[in-house]
């Protein structure tokens, strides 16, 4: 999808119309600060999905931490297919390794508590996949995939049986898939003893500050797990680790991780012919 959006029906007009068919190229994928690298698997298939004959020479690991000036990785091949597949496998290896960076961030400023980071569906559009791997990478976990590999009973669910937490488990523990953990959303003390009395697998403290936070553990007394999610920060995280939850949810490290700053460049290895063929050839 990533490629195709990026190279229509028609592929790449000006490098058809202005690079020699016969010319080569080779460009490093360098990094340009520190970061945990990832997305190297999305950036070799990018090349060869443009071109299968593309020498792509991975240097790094997924999940390893590069220092500015190092190289990740080396492509050779023709000069119009390297030019066809940069910018696409850039970006999705400059967005991974952001993810990742984060995570590992995120993990960092927890160190020592059992608090487990969990990422969320707020997810770049057709990155589903390439993100929750990058939040791995850096350390830190997924939540739920999609829709369809766990229940989490939000407000919505909730109002759509009559404002009922116990009828909306009692539907779910009926209705759902046999070993998949029930949760339940709740926003006040109220829904939370009604949550867990009803049989909640987990509880998610949705919007609640570290007050009503702490409160809610005491409330809770280990009978089931609590996740907190909402107003999640990389400077709130050490606090809530304090409080005794289990997991937190953080939307940021999936939908605002900032692209890592690599770069590919790319140069001609062959002394091409002089006159370029024409874009059929």
């Known amino acids: 999808m ?18 020699p068919a016969d010319a080569e190229g080779s460009g490093e994928l360098v990094a340009k600060e ?27 690991r997924d999940g390893e931490e590069i220092k500015p000036k190092v190289v990740a990785a080396r492509v050779h091949g023709k000069l119009r297919s390297l030019l066809a597949a940069e910018r696409t496998a850039l970006n999705l290896v400059q967005r991974a390794a952001g993810i990742a ?18 990422d969320t569906r707020k997810t770049p559009p057709g990155m589903r996949g390439l993100a929750k791997h990058a939040v791995r990478m850096g350390g830190a976990s997924n939540h739920r995939f999609g829709l369809f ?49 009803a049989g909640a697998d987990v509880v998610m403290l949705d919007n609640m500050d570290d007050t009503q936070i702490r409160e809610a553990v005491k409330l809770t007394a280990s009978r089931v797990p609590i996740e907190v999610s909402g107003g999640v920060t990389l400077d709130r995280l050490p606090r809530l680790a304090k409080l005794g939850v289990d997991f937190v949810s953080m939307g940021a490290l999936t939908h605002s991780a900032r692209a890592m700053d690599l770069s590919l460049e790319i140069a001609t290895t062959k002394k091409p012919s002089r006159k370029p063929r024409s874009a059929q050839g």
């Open 34 to 60: 520190q970061m945990i690298v990832a997305g190297l698997d999305a950036f070799v298939r990018v090349f060869h999905m443009v071109d299968a004959e593309v020498e792509v020479e991975v240097l790094k």
């Open 2 to 19: 990533s490629l195709d959006e990026d190279l229509g029906a028609a592929g790449d007009v000006t490098s058809l119309a202005v690079v």
């Open 149 to 197: 590999d766990g229940i989490l009973i939000k407000d919505n669910h909730i109002a759509a049986v009559g404002g009922d937490i116990t009828e909306a488990v009692r539907r779910a523990k009926l209705n759902g898939p046999r070993l998949v953990k029930i949760e339940v959303e709740v926003t006040n003390f109220k829904q939370l003893e009604e949550a867990i009395a």
């Open 101 to 118: 960076t984060l995570a590992q961030q995120a993990m960092t400023s927890v160190r020592g508590s059992k608090l487990r980071v969990l």
